[in-house]
């Protein structure tokens, strides 16, 4: 009897080791092609870095609730004291959350072939999604800062020129500086000719409390 507790001990181990691993590689993996398919200046090594993390804890969290309600309950009430409070700003980066999510449930039941076929299947769709969307929009896609001085005016004054010489634009960040009613604001935005890029910079610089235009891919 003992043999034989001792044999699914050791068996039971070897299960979750196997069922971490997969879901240690397969967390990687996103990680990886989070790494080659993002674009932006909401880039973050912590956010990367922690993909892989949240796919085991995923993993080891289905295990340790197994087919107990007691526990999945227990579960519930535990994280719902804990308040989160970092702001997902690309709908990218929720993607890539709920696909490390999704193989740790995988992983955490044993459903290993599921797992690894998951994160193949839905990897190669984004990267080739990816750069369908980046051979269309190449060339066009920029990062804009400049300083801005408020003033009493409700309107910016900058937004129509942004509008005359942008398809899209999108603010990302704005930051308060050390002179006073300035701000250091940033844009993500889409040029309807990349040719004006240089007449955009000027155009933005000859506006009245608009400073230190820079333009970058």
Request: aromatic fraction near 10%; charged fraction near 20%; proline fraction near 2%.
């Amino acid at each position: 009897m003992d043999i034989f507790q001792d044999y699914q001990t050791i068996a039971s181990i070897i299960q979750v080791i196997g069922d971490m691993s997969v879901a240690l590689v397969c967390g990687l993996l996103v990680s990886l092609l989070y790494r080659w398919t993002h674009r932006g200046p909401n880039y973050s090594i912590t956010f990367v870095n922690s993909l892989p993390a949240l796919s085991m804890i995923t993993a080891l969290i289905i295990m340790v609730i197994g087919n107990n309600l007691a526990r999945a309950f227990g579960l519930v009430g535990a994280l719902s004291i804990i308040r989160f409070r970092t702001a997902i700003k690309d709908m990218q980066d929720i993607v890539f959350i709920f696909f490390s999510l999704a193989i740790g449930m995988a992983a955490g039941v044993g459903l290993r072939l599921v797992a690894i076929t998951g994160t193949i299947f839905i990897g190669a769709s984004i990267l080739i999604l990816s750069r369908m969307n980046h051979s269309h929009l190449r060339g066009r896609e920029f990062l804009l800062r400049f300083s801005f001085t408020l003033s009493e005016e409700q309107e910016l004054p900058y937004l129509p020129t942004l509008e005359e010489y942008c398809r899209r634009h999108r603010l990302i960040n704005a930051k308060s500086l050390k002179k006073k009613d300035m701000l250091e604001l940033s844009y993500y935005t889409n040029l309807k000719d990349r040719g004006k890029s240089g007449e955009f910079v000027r155009e933005l610089g000859r506006i009245q409390g608009v400073t230190r235009v820079n333009l970058s891919t």
